[in-house]
């Protein structure tokens, strides 16, 4: 495992190598060299489990003012679900740091959804114990936090119901949604949806169907409320 190279891609000095090492042991690797004094990375990933969801609730909690406990913790799982921990190892090419058996190898566990998704944690709880979470919090806003401003978990969300609830705090207020442009040919066409309140331009989103686009307005104007 190249250590030096990961801390320069990553622009962080770990204090204590061991860990940084352990979190990329798989456990197939500690039982093909039993002789040397390696551990896995389980306990690890056990920590830095904990260390995301407190670092992700905190930042939904600060981010969305006006987002509902129930939304905040969809929209939570969808964040730390396997399918994204494993894209957050792939961004990161964690894949290629990865310790591993002979026999994992072969059957292609480099790139294992599970195992990718356990090395992002195990690397989260190993930065944790050497950084403290300061330093765990900047990682995340570095790599994780810019993928739900930019919508990529808009999918576990209902923003258009968050803005409606929003809405009807205030008298005479109401929320309009407009189709105002499509793009692209009918194989890969792209919306583009306008939300009115109370007649005003309120926010724009695009989208792969109207109701997506619609939903990415809603999150425009959720996110200037929150600003």
Known sequence: ????????????????????????????????????????????????????????????????????????????????????????????????????????????GRDRPALLADVFEAFLGALYLDKGFLVAMEFLEKYVFPKIKTGAFSHAMDYKSQLQELVQQYKDQTVEYKIIEERGPSHNKEFVAQVLIKEKDSGMGVGRTKKEAEQRAAKTALDKFNS
Do not use: W
């Not at 042991?25 to 995301?52: I, M, P, Q, W």
């Not at 981010?63 to 964040?79: D, F, Q």
């Open 1 to 108: 495992m190249d250590v030096k190279h990961l801390e320069d891609q990553l622009e962080i000095k770990f204090d204590d190598l061991k860990l940084l090492r352990q979190a990329f042991t798989h456990s197939s690797y500690v039982n093909e060299h039993r002789k040397e004094a390696f551990s896995d990375n389980e306990r690890l990933e056990f920590l830095g489990d904990a260390v995301l969801e407190l670092g992700v609730s905190q930042y939904l909690y600060k981010k969305n003012t006006m987002m509902p406990e129930g939304e905040m913790t969809k929209l939570r799982a969808s964040i730390v679900c396997e399918a994204s921990l494993m894209n957050f190892a792939r961004d990161l090419n964690f894949g290629q740091y990865i310790l591993l058996g002979k026999g994992e190898e072969q059957t292609g």
